[in-house]
C-alpha cells in the first residue's frame, strides 16, 4: 500500500517532517561540533552533520551531490581529520579550556552573522525560483566533462598540487629526525 | 517548509554562523579546521538549494558544489599537514600557544 504525501489524519506533509528532523540533526552535531569538550567526539560529530546534509542534499533532489558527499566528506575528510587528531593530542594536553578568551565576542559575532543572513534571506523574494526540480546526473555530467570541462582539469590540477603540498609539508625532515623524537 | 528555497537559505546561514563561531572560539587547531569544514559545507548548501529552485542553474550548481567539495578534500590536505608539521616542532595543538614563526 503506497504511502501518502502527508502524514495520515493531519495536514503534516512528510517532506516537511524529514527536513526538520534532518536539520535538527545537522544543526544540533554543528553545535556539538563546536563545543564537546573532547576532540575526537568533536570529530565524530561532524560525521554526523555531513551525514545529515547528505539527506538534505537528496531532499533538494541532487542524488550526484549527495552520494559524493558521502563518499568524500564521510570517507575521506572525516577519516583524514580524525587521523590528524590521533597524530596530535598529547596526554597533558589541557583540556580544561576549549575556547580561547574572545569566546563571547566570538558567540556575538555569529548571533549577528545569522542574524543578518536570516534577516536578508527572508526580505528577499527570488523571482526566478520555482518548485523544487530534479537535478539530472546525465545533465551535470554533460555540462561538468563536455561543454564545461575547464573547472574539472582545474581540480585535477589543484589536486596534485595540494597532494604534493601536503607530502612536503608533513615529511619528517632528513637528518634532524632523532633527536626530534 | 521543504518546499521553500528560504528554508534551506536560513538554515544554511544558520550552520554558516555555527561554523564562525567554532573558528573564532576553539583553541585547537584542528576544531578550527573543523568549523571550516562546517563553513564549506554551508556554502555548498546554498549552491546547492539554488541550483533546486532556479531552472536555469540547476546543472551548473551540481558542478559547481562538486568543485567545491574537491576543493574543500585539498583545503583539509594542505591544512592538516600544516597543523602536522607545527605539532612536530611545538609539541601542542594549540594555536595561541603558537607565538613564534621559527624555533
Known sequence: MPIGDSIPFTAVRWDDVLFVVLAAALLISALLVVTLRDIIRSGLALTASFAALAGIYVMLGNPLVAATQVLVYIGAIAVLILFAIMLTQTKNAPSKLVFQTQVVAAAVAAIVIAA???????????????????????????????????????VSVLLTAAVIGAVYLARRESGRSEEDR | MSGSLDSYLVLSGLLFAVGTFGFLARRNAISML????????????????????????????????????????????????????????????LVDEYDQMSR
Open chain 1, 116 to 154: 543578518i543572513i536570516a534577516v536578508t534571506v527572508l526580505a528577499t523574494t527570488w523571482p526566478a525560483a520555482t518548485a523544487r526540480i530534479w537535478t539530472s546526473t546525465e545533465e551535470a555530467a554533460r555540462t561538468m566533462f563536455r561543454s564545461d570541462v575547464l573547472p574539472f582539469e582545474m
Open chain 2, 34 to 93: 573543523m568549523s571550516i569544514e562546517l563553513m564549506l559545507n554551508a556554502v555548498n548548501l546554498t549552491v546547492v538549494a539554488f541550483g533546486a529552485f532556479i531552472p536555469g542553474l540547476n546543472t551548473y550548481a551540481a558542478v559547481i558544489a562538486l568543485v567545491v567539495i574537491a576543493m574543500a578534500a585539498a583545503e583539509a590536505t594542505v591544512g592538516l599537514a600544516i597543523v602536522i608539521a607545527i605539532y612536530r616542532n611545538r609539541k601542542t595543538p
